[in-house]
């Protein structure tokens, strides 16, 4: 998926690297040194560590107003095509023909009307700290770094909510941290927390900014100093225990980098939410995260084996490492989700395999959503799912087809058109109606193709058609390059997001059709002047149900207020997501954009045990971002 | 007040109607036989292909819900599972329609004749229609039910326009006409019995065969609100059972949303007139057979003036149920087992059932018959009154005609009167078309009661009875009733109000408003009135009458203007049949009723006291003897509790809590404060 070797060299270099792993001796010994020295090596990590992605100053890298890496960004270039920049992905450096029409033909969008951002950050803009004296001297001297920089400070506003990156391109800024810390190791977290708890500081711990649920925003009315705990330097596998295949990780690690050293040992935690790149380890502990291979292993809270986190109260932890316990109610459950209004997650100790030897992507096309879906539960129902089954519906085939990048040779797009005639003509399939399942197997090669041809045989049965790696793959593409797509949108009037729900099976087929369905009408009885694009894909399977993701998106040319507009569509189509039997979330969380449904969610007496919870371990509201409840 | 919400206050003279065209016409310029066999390609729900009845049957049969309940029902009982599918096939085929084309053809062609020799026109709002066939969602048809014609005439209208065929849901005594049955149901009816109380397995069937059909939009569904054909013109209190079905699927998701399409059908001149009265009047009605039918076929030599068909606003379910139904309710059980409808949804059905009675009553067009009949009736009791048997002048019937259509104007009805003809020919044709409700003779209108209404030709007429000439009466007076009823919706409010002012001791608001409210409530069996909306049509009422002059309200009083003594004397006179009917029935009660009289005696008995009364002076509207108002009454005391049903042995008893019936019948004539019998029930 990063980087633009193909397959074969990528699976050959990580043989390589699993071999070099088990030649480079036992990774935890050195990283026991680094634990131990914690704070020397603090000291010194202004410049980036060599193979860790995200720096102290992300903005060296990262966009401040935007999805992902400054280099990387859709644009059209002086043809008027739409190319892909940088050197990062596989699409990197190509042109995409099909995505300017399909922009036009979806959204009604034109290239003559941009809605460029404000190119730069103004300090100036940004509100004055209020910092608390004596907590910034206690602070120092413990030596750990800390910066009130507007721009740190704006970088840890938000996440990647619209309203939130919407106002960003507009130059605007609510409140703000008044200031950044960057603790090293627990030790760190533990001393700051201390001092937060003295000097009645509020504390928002933020990890990889991803959040698409209004976390990271400070609350407009808190009038304490703010401290950013930033965990982004907490970064070190600490160690790799063999014997019972498990990691102990530094919780601010990015889900890159975990895989990336993991695999240079040789394993892997298969924990890959689409904001992998980005999102950290206690992020995905706050949060109840959920990665695309969860078939094969796992969603975040059957991978987790064991939790430290820094309290008010003081460090909460489990005395064993046991893979089940019977001990009362699972502590860590109070802990996975809390959205940081607990505390700081340090430290986490994780499930790892060894590499999977061989992987292969698939695709298969259903005649329409129905037949797809009903494929998915049979799947489901034999228990056989691959690592990951997706199945998205025509606009998002559609959608995933106008990403085609332009091929090179006239015999691929000769083959292309000879699939589509043999699939719409002779199959008799509806351009219109057809629908696509991604796949992607892993494990023995033997076993892979083994389970690839019960998953065929199962699709069959539902007139489904093997459509070929390559549809599969770029199935999963888009869902690395959807943030990105969404800027390129935001620069031509079009505004969107996702969101997701997990629902029973029988109820999946009519809250794809509702939702999808209201948000149409609500974006119409709104005044938008443009079909909006609503579309969904079934993007996770479970014995009792599946999670359904909505990607929904408008054209706001003519609306004074658009980012209103937007979110009273947003909140219409949570409604309705609700009233149909969906979860108010299956990964995303709770944060503030959905605490107004957690009542009816959990009933009274779930807010009142979760209040208490709050009130025993931080009865001062420190960790006061007001997330979820 | 909830209701608040679905009555905007507006002028009802603002509303805006589509205009209506007569579909008669090119029928009579243009081959019938072309017409039938011509081509019939309606648009379909989202492009679906038609489904066969033998397919839809399999689904039905296939269907989760039914399975769990023949499951149960196995359970239950002990027989084989195998055996309920049976039965439950067995009911699927008993109710199930099979619409043919070719019997939609036949129709076509035949009731392009029968129609036109009927009647003079069939005006339709194309606009309405074209509106409703818009399929974005499952569309449900529901047409006012004051005729056997109603539902061939609705499939004939959509046929015309090349819209999609409904499904009718029909009683089952059609079946019973052998032929006739099987024709209606290839043209798409299907039978329902018409109880099935606790027959778990027959509303599991018939509920899953209506939900199918609809959320697959495979058709338009149609069945009458009212459940039955109203006999009296006035709407009847809305059915809930399949109102509910229909709108299961979209409470519980199955469909985005679903469009209910109130229908108003009405007719100049009802074809079952006289049929209707006899009936009310006890002479039992016919069961329906082919013979009947066959010998029905002399009123084709009749002239029944034209009929009148608004589709009106669709009203989208989903609208309705807005932020009145919490949908969360059904994530907790699987949504095929069948449940009782929570008390939320129960009331929501209710209220959404009385608000689309209510639009099927605004779209109905009134003919200028209606206030001649009005009109006419008043001044046969003002003349029973005063022993005379005079009639009204008829330039004098044209100019109180002229002054009520202002009225009716103003008080928003669809009045048809046809303004650039001289009102003396308006109400000269009128008359004509109803000759046989009206005489004229020497330039004096009145009704034709003299003649002892339409003798059956074989019958011997030597020897008649006080009581059958008073019956023969009340055939021509019901028949002419039902004609003013059908203008009552249009100033029932006012009416209720005038009639509260009346009765209440002072002007003071609050005196007045409980005066009305106490009428409200005991009328509620009898007209549509929204539950819960006694503030709302209080208002209404007072705003109707202040704009038209006739009352003025201050902070604390409402006050009668000068002007306003003629209408508020009127309107009075409007319900007083009504008020005195209901206080019959209480002293039948408190004087006649036995300790073990039985609901089914209940009717017969009570027309034996009124006839009684009738025939010694002692009532003077003979309409008091429809069994229509009488069983409304008993159904509102029921409601009150001053009578209660006791369950006995065969059938229940009757127990009447004599004191506050007569204290009920008290506040009715005036005669007690409202408050005092209003009691904490009302």
Known sequence: ?629 | MATEAIYPHRDPMLKKRDDFEDMLEERRNSSDLRYALRCYTPVLYKGLAPCKASMLKSMVLQSDQLHHVIGQVSRETGRAADDVQEEASAILEEMAHCLQLSTVRFFAFTLSKVFKTLFRSICVNEEGIQRQAIQEHPVVLLPSHRSYMDFLLMSYILYTYDIALPVIAAGMDFMGMKFVGEMLRMSGAFFIRRSFGGDKLYWSVFSEYVKTMLKNGFAPVEFFLEGTRSRTSKSLTPKLGLLNIVMDPYLKGEVYDINVVPVSISYERILEEALYAREMLGVPKPKESTSGLFKARKVLSEDYGSIHVYFGQPVSVRSLAQGRVNRCQFNLVPRHIPRRPSEEIQSFVNDSAYRLVRAQEENMVLKPWVLLASLLLQNHHQDQTAGQKRGMVLEELTAQAVWLRDMFREYGAFLHWPDHVPPSEVVSSSLSLHRGLVRVCEGRVQLAVEQGGQVKPGEPHSTVTPEEELLSQAVIVLSCASYRNQGLHVFLRPALLASAINAASSNLKQEVFNSFSFLRNMFSNEFILCPGATVQDFEEACYLLVKTGALQVTQQELLVTERGQRTVAFLTSMLDPFLQGYQVVCRFLCEEATENLTEKQFVPAVRKFIIKHLLAGRLRYTEVLSSDLQKNSLAALLRLGAVQKIKAAEQGTLKVNKVMVNSLEDTLGGRLPTQKAVGARL
């Open chain 1, 1 to 629: 998926m990063l980087g633009n070797t193909s397959d074969r060299q990528r699976i050959a270099q990580q043989r390589l690297r699993i071999i070099a792993g088990h030649l480079q001796g036992p990774v935890d010994g050195d990283s026991a040194i680094l634990a131990a020295e914690c704070k020397a090596q603090g000291s010194k990590t202004d410049v980036c560590r060599e193979g860790k992605t995200v720096p102290r100053r992300r903005q060296e890298i990262m966009k401040w107003n935007g999805w992902g890496y400054s280099d990387s960004k859709f644009l059209f270039n002086k043809k008027g095509q739409a190319e892909f920049t940088g050197k990062r992905y596989r699409l990197s450096g190509m042109i995409i023909p099909g995505l300017k029409d399909w922009m036009e033909g979806t959204f009604g969008a034109n290239l003559q009307h941009k809605t460029p951002a404000t190119p730069l950050l103004t300090s100036s803009a940004v509100q004055p700290a209020t910092l608390n004296k004596a907590f910034l001297e206690e602070l120092k001297s413990t030596g750990i770094p800390f910066s009130h920089d507007a721009e740190d400070r704006v970088f840890r506003a938000h996440g990647h909510c619209l309203h939130e990156i919407f106002a960003l391109r507009e130059g605007k800024f609510g409140r703000v941290p008044d200031m950044v810390v960057w603790p090293n190791c627990h030790n760190d977290v533990v001393k700051i927390v201390e001092l937060a708890c003295k000097h009645n500081v509020c504390v928002i711990p933020y990890g990889g900014g991803t959040s698409v649920s209004s976390a990271l925003e400070c609350p407009p009315e808190e009038t304490r100093s703010i401290v950013s705990l930033d965990t982004s330097q907490m970064n070190r596998i600490l160690w790799i225990d063999e014997k019972n295949l498990t990691a102990h990780v530094e919780a601010g690690i990015v889900g890159q980098d975990l895989e990336r050293l993991l695999n240079e040992s040789g394993y892997c935690t298969g924990h890959e939410p689409d904001s992998m790149e980005f999102s950290s380890l206690g992020g995905w502990v706050a949060t109840r995260a959920s990665g695309m291979k969860k078939n094969i292993y796992g969603n975040i809270e059957d991978l987790v084996i064991h939790i430290r986190m820094v309290t008010p109260r003081g460090v909460i932890e489990k005395s064993c490492q046991g893979p089940r316990m019977s001990t009362g109610p699972d502590i860590h459950h109070f802990i996975m989700g809390s959205e940081g209004t607990l505390g700081v997650v340090t430290e986490v100790t994780m499930k790892i395999r060894p590499m999977p030897e061989y992987q292969k992507y698939g695709s298969v096309v259903f005649p329409n959503f129905e037949q797809g879906v009903a494929c998915l539960r049979e799947v489901a129902k034999q228990r056989c799912a691959p690592a990951s089954i997706r199945l998205m519906d025509n606009e998002q085939f559609k959608f995933g087809h106008a990403l085609k990048p332009q091929v090179s040779s006239i015999f691929t797009s000769f083959l292309d058109g000879l699939k589509t005639f043999y699939i719409t003509k002779f199959k008799g399939f509806d351009p219109n109606r057809l629908c696509v399942a991604t796949l992607l197997f892993e494990g023995d090669r033997e076993k892979v193709l083994q389970h690839e041809k019960q998953v065929y045989d199962i699709a069959a049965k539902f007139g489904g058609l093997a459509a070929g790696e390559d549809n599969g793959q770029r199935g999963y593409m888009l869902t690395f390059v959807i943030a990105y797509l969404r800027d390129l949108g935001m620069d031509y009037y079009v505004i969107g997001e996702s969101f997701e729900t997990s629902v029973p099976w029988d109820r999946v087929l009519d809250i794809c059709r509702n939702v999808k369905a209201r948000i149409i009408q609500e974006c119409k009885d709104k005044g938008v002047q443009f079909p909006p694009l609503s579309t969904c894909r079934v993007t996770q399977t479970y014995d009792t149900g599946a999670c359904v993701y909505f990607y929904f998106a408008f054209n706001y040319r003519g609306l004074s207020d658009p980012v209103h507009v937007y979110e009273q569509v947003e909140h219409a189509a949570r409604e309705e997501i609700l009233a149909n039997g969906g979860s108010l979330s299956h990964h995303h969380g709770v944060g503030k954009l959905r605490k107004e449904w957690m009542r009816d969610t959990v009933s009274n007496v779930g807010v009142g045990m979760l209040k208490s919870v709050k009130d025993y371990v931080d009865p001062d509201n420190i960790f006061g971002n007001r997330n979820l409840l």
